[in-house]
C-alpha cells in the first residue's frame, strides 16, 4: 500500500536560515513556502533529485515542532511515505497493533491528507501521506 518515500521533514529553529543554506549554498531546488495550520508549522519545501525535503519550523510554543526541539534540536524529525488509499493502509496497520498519533487522516500541506505513526510503533515518528479529497 506504500508506493514510496513522499518526503523528510527536519525541524529548524530558523526556516530563514534553512533556506539560504540549501537554496543559495546548496542549490536545492525550492518547490514552496506554506504555514500547515493544523501542525503549527511553516515548511519551506525542497526537491532534491527526485527527492522532497521539507524544513519546519514551529509556529507556535505548543506546536510539535517545537517540542521536538526543545528535546532534540535541529534534525530529522519524521520521514513520509506516500500511499493512494491512506484510510485503507490505517485500517491494516491499526489491525497489527500499531500505535497511531493521529486515529483518522487530518489535513496536511498542499492539499493532502495525513495521519502520523506514534514512533513507539516504527522507530523514527512515520507520516502517512495521501492525496486530498
Known sequence: MIKKIDHIGVAVKDL???IEI???VFGFELLEIEEVPSQ???VAKFNVGGVHIEFLQPLAED???SRFLEN???GI????????DIKGL???IRGKGVKMINEEPIKGSSGTIIAFVHP???IILTELVSKGE
Open 16 to 18: 530563514d536560515k534553512a
Open 22 to 24: 540549501y537554496n543559495n
Open 40 to 42: 503549527k508549522v511553516k
Open 63 to 65: 506546536s510539535p515542532i
Open 72 to 74: 532534540k534540536g535541529e
Open 77 to 84: 524529525h519524521h520521514i513520509a511515505y506516500y500511499t493512494d
Open 90 to 92: 490505517l485500517d491494516d
Open 120 to 122: 513507539k510503533s516504527s
